[in-house]
């Protein structure tokens, strides 16, 4: 049988490439004619996918709430993806940062879109039931969205407002400002104002990988990578656009989503339901409340003073906002 010369050719650099690492391409030609097709149900796992909904109750309604937190985490991790991508690229450009900033943004916008899932694709009753089954176990405790956050932005931007001004104007280390990231106060007792269990756990197994994602990041953030590019870059309104359109996902979109879902499941006028973990979700979620934003010099004043205002009075109250 005669070989085709382009089959010559990739043998050859087969040969090349495993004698280079010390290896018998004839022993590794014949392990593929033993060697099975892959398939896509072994490629994907998706026996042992489809095998990780485990619920902690007989409500149906339950092994949906499981599904959608798994395909948002999957979504994260698709976000992290890019911003390790980034971190690691040289030279930066602005096509390559509006490419990657653009995939983020498509992320986070299949799962604001899909979110109608956890606000009327559940059974309300069935939620209140099963919620107190997941205690003290909290969407809160998602790791990969407060890296998200981190590799996003500089690490002051996500200090408590409170706290916020006085670091920007005296500097202290990523450890000292964890002490005062925005996302621990809405996780304390509504009554005692003492850290929940929920923070406690998540403190104990993600603190110390938080504080070093972000000392990792202080340059590699996509605030500091956009500042890195020249002026003309800069400039770049699709990338300005990009930018602003990521800091309304991630600060104003994502978590008013579940601000809305919060309303119709946990509202009980006059006395609001505690969210699972005792979360503090009515001062916790709304972004007005907190003005956490990212790149606040890409915005007008007026849009910072009404940072997150009209998403509510829209999406939750039922007000058209021009």
């Not at 916020?164 to 007792?189: D, H, L, Q, V």
């Not at 989503?257 to 005792?278: F, M, N, W």
């Not at 979360?279 to 010099?297: D, G, H």
Request: charged residues 25%; neutral net charge; proline residues 4%.
């Amino acid at each position: 049988m005669e070989f085709k010369p382009e089959l010559k050719e990739k043998l050859a650099a087969l040969e090349k490439k495993y004698s280079a690492m010390g290896q018998d391409l004839q022993s590794y030609l014949e392990g593929l004619l033993h060697a099975d097709y892959l398939t896509y149900w072994d490629y994907i796992h998706v026996d042992t996918l489809l095998s990780l909904q485990n619920p902690k109750t007989r409500l149906p309604d339950e092994e949906i709430f499981i599904i959608y937190h798994q395909i948002t985490e999957l979504y994260f991790k698709l976000c992290m993806h890019e911003f390790r991508q980034l971190a690691i690229t040289l030279p930066m450009t602005g096509k390559i940062l509006l490419s990657r900033v653009n995939r983020i943004n498509s992320y986070f916008e299949n799962l604001i879109r899909s979110f109608d899932i956890m606000i009327t694709g559940m059974d309300a009753g069935q939620f209140m039931k099963f919620r107190m089954s997941l205690l003290p176990a909290s969407g809160f405790q998602s790791a990969q969205y407060r890296m998200i956050e981190i590799c996003s932005t500089d690490f002051v931007r996500l200090v408590d407002k409170d706290k916020r001004e006085g670091y920007e104007k005296s500097p202290a280390t990523i450890r000292e400002m964890f002490a005062f990231i925005y996302w621990k106060a809405g996780a304390t007792e509504l009554a005692t104002g003492q850290k929940t269990l929920t923070l406690v756990q998540f403190e104990e197994k993600y603190g110390e990988l938080l504080i070093a994602l972000a000392e990792s990041s202080v340059k590699t953030n996509l605030w500091q990578l956009y500042l890195a590019l020249s002026p003309e870059e800069q400039q770049d309104e699709q990338l300005k656009t990009a930018l602003k359109l990521l800091d309304v996902n991630v600060n104003v979109n994502w978590p008013l989503s579940h601000y809305k879902s919060a309303v119709r499941y946990l509202q009980k006028d006059p006395e609001d339901i505690k969210a699972t973990g005792g979360t503090n979700w009515q001062k916790y979620l709304p972004p007005r409340f907190q003005k956490r934003i990212f790149y606040p010099s890409l915005w007008k004043s007026a849009e910072l003073d009404e940072w997150g205002k009209g998403w509510v009075s829209r999406e939750v109250f039922g007000i058209a906002v021009a």
